[in-house]
């Protein structure tokens, strides 16, 4: 388990961006799943982006496709979340996460199958 380093979030009207980014360790990100999950109240963690670095796979929750954008940054062990045309239940508490493997290519969507995390982003989208 390491903690991530992330940035970003923030307070924005609807309609309105933000980015997120979050800088892993060269063991992880070079062959690793790294994406953010968010949290509100009462809720499990539900994944939003995912991307296995290494390779083509990427997800996207139903509820943001279209709006956010997953990216890397090789050079910096980073990846980024573009997030546009926020809305108000876009607000929750973001989590960066890691996890050293992916699953044959593909990045598991439960939070439970990732160790590393950051220490969270407030994200609030007011109407």
């Known amino acids: 388990q390491v903690q991530l380093a992330e940035s970003g979030g923030g307070s924005v009207q609807a309609g309105g961006s933000l980015r997120l980014s979050c800088a892993a360790p060269?063991?992880?990100?070079?062959?690793?799943?790294l994406g953010w999950f968010r949290q509100t109240p009462g809720k499990e963690r539900e994944g939003v982006a995912l991307k296995y670095i290494a390779g083509g796979y990427t997800y996207y929750a139903d509820s943001v496709k279209g709006r956010f954008t997953i990216s890397q940054d090789n050079a910096k062990n980073t990846v980024y979340l573009q997030m546009n045309s926020l809305k108000p239940e876009d607000t929750a508490i973001y989590y960066c996460?890691?996890?050293?493997?992916?699953?044959?290519?593909?990045?598991?969507?439960?939070?439970?199958?990732?160790?590393?995390w950051g220490q969270g982003t407030q994200v609030t989208v007011s109407s």
């Open positions: 060269s063991y992880i990100y070079s062959s690793g799943c």
């Open positions: 996460a890691a996890r050293a493997t992916s699953s044959r290519g593909i990045c598991p969507q439960l939070f439970k199958a990732y160790n590393s």
